[in-house]
Structure formats: C-alpha cells, structure tokens
C-alpha cells in the first residue's frame, strides 16, 4: 500500500514522540524535526512510496542526530521483559478458552498494539491480556485462513514487534498442535523502531519452538520486500504454502507484491483512517486479510 496523505502527519506525531525519548534537549528535538521536514515526502508531492520507506529514511534521522545506532533498545527489552513475564498466563488462558485456535488469533493480533507507531512505548502486555477476549474477528476472514492452513505443510511467519512476538509464539505452539506445519518465523536484520530483530525473538523463546531467522535487509526497513530481503529469506516465502504477515509495515509492503495474491493472510489492529477504510472496519479493530 502506497502513502495516503493520513501517513503524513502520522508519521511525523510518531518521529516527534520518538525524539522526546530519546534526544538529550529541546534544541536537539528542534533539529532533528527540522531535518525530517526536508524529506522530500512531506512536501505532498511525493505518492508512490510506501510508509516503510519513509519511516526509513526519519530513522536514519534519528540515528544521525540521536548518536544512537539502536535508539528504542532500552523500550524494546522492556516490551520483551513484560511480555515474557505475561507468557505463562496468557497461555494458561488461551489453552483452557473454548476455542484456542481463536483465542491465539485474537491475542496475536491485539498483541499488535505494542507499536512505536502510535505510542513509543506500547500498551503493556497484561492490559493485552485483559482485553483480548472482547476482540471481534470476522469468521469468513477467519475461515477462509482455517482452509489455507489445512493445505499448508510449509509456513512463513514474518513477525512485527517487540513484546508483541510473545503473542506470535503463542499462536506457533498452537499451529504447531493443530496441523503438521514447517513454521520459519523471520524477523528484521538491523534495529527499526521497536520491531523485533532475531536477538529478541530468541531471547523469547520463538528459537525452542521453531526456527528463526532474520530477513537479511541492510538497511532499517519496518517491512518486507522480496528485491531486498537476503535470498534465503526471500526463497522460502517463495517456496512457501502460507504466510502469515503481522503489523502494518509487513501489510504496507507485502501488499505491493502481486505475485504473492493468494498466498499471504495479514494479521494487524486498524490502527489508523487507509487502513480502517480499505477493510470496513472501526479504528483499532482486528483485522485478518487474506490476500
């Protein structure tokens, strides 16, 4: 998905909010929004760039003027630290629930709300669990990926955030009893916002249940793309059944690759007005596409 002019001031109250964690003073926060004002996307002229690509390059930014080649990293093992120590009670939950096929969907998806996107921090990882539960999925959406993983033998799983991938696990342990899967869950290569790198996914566990690997892109890209990824990577989503793509740099990416159509279902909170009107649903809503 291409930038609709909401991506514009989302991205900049998301640079803003970073700045304000990480920059020592005012006139350090000053110069470095001065400096993602001279992007050229913010004039409104430049449309055929995804967001991954232009939170890109406002990282880059945040890096220079920052000194900082992994500015979040303290957040980031906070999410990771939270969310380990839920782990245990979100299973217990998910495993006891009536349907626990669905009550890992759902804890995947709201997991998605630890984004530094619309909060540098995140929502911790208890009030995820407390609410979980209430989350409505559309069951033709979920059907519909119920038939994709029956055919499926090798499954690509691209995670998204910090704290969120222990969710991510969870709903790998419940694939892994449900149907015979080969699962390869891939993360990013360097540190972008808070999203998870291959450190992180081990430090959670993901390593004891299936195999991990990073994506292999030499540059902070909060997204997927096949020309960039390491040929590894880009051999097994090709080579797989079924992909599932958590958060929206994955959706914002992956859905430019026509020639994944009928393989990829995304899984990811309606976090702002593109994506709430493309899928007819309410602001922070679930959402499962089926691409």
């Not at 945040?62 to 906070?78: A, M, Q, R, T, W």
């Not at 998605?112 to 009030?127: F, H, Q, R």
């Not at 999925?137 to 222990?166: A, F, H, M, P, S």
Request: aromatic share 6%; net charge negative; glycine share 6%.
């Amino acid at each position: 998905m291409q930038i609709w002019p909401d991506c514009i001031p989302c991205i900049l109250k998301m640079s803003l909010g970073i700045a304000r964690v990480v920059m020592k003073d005012e006139d350090q926060v000053r110069r470095f929004m001065e400096e993602v004002l001279r992007l050229k996307y913010f004039s409104g002229k430049e449309r055929k760039v995804t967001s991954p690509e232009v939170i890109k390059d406002v990282w880059l930014k945040v890096i220079e003027v920052s000194g900082k080649s992994d500015p979040l990293e303290e957040i980031k093992n906070e999410q990771n630290s939270k969310a380990l120590a839920i782990y245990p009670i979100a299973k217990e939950l998910v495993l006891k629930s009536k349907d626990p096929f669905l009550g890992a969907i759902k804890l995947a998806i709201a997991g998605n709300s630890i984004d530094a996107m619309t909060d540098v921090k995140g929502e911790a990882p208890e009030e995820i669990v407390k609410k979980w539960e209430r989350l409505e999925i559309d069951i033709e959406n979920l059907n519909c990926l119920k038939e994709r993983l029956k055919k499926t033998r090798r499954l690509v799983y691209l995670g998204d955030n910090c704290g969120e991938i222990i969710f991510d696990r969870l709903l790998i342990e419940v694939l892994l009893e449900m149907y015979s899967l080969e699962i390869t869950f891939i993360t990013r290569t360097l540190p972008i916002l808070n999203d998870a790198t291959l450190q992180d996914a081990l430090s959670m566990g993901i390593g004891e249940v299936t195999q991990v690997m990073e994506n292999g892109l030499p540059e902070p890209l909060p997204g997927t793309y096949l020309k960039r990824i390491n040929p590894e990577s880009k051999t097994l989503i090709e080579r797989s059944d079924l992909v599932i793509s958590k958060g929206g740099g994955n959706y914002d990416s992956l859905t430019e690759e026509k020639g994944l159509k009928g393989k990829v279902s995304f899984l990811f909170l309606a976090k702002c007005y593109p994506y709430c009107n493309i899928h007819h649903v309410t602001l922070n809503a679930p959402v499962i596409y089926n691409f």
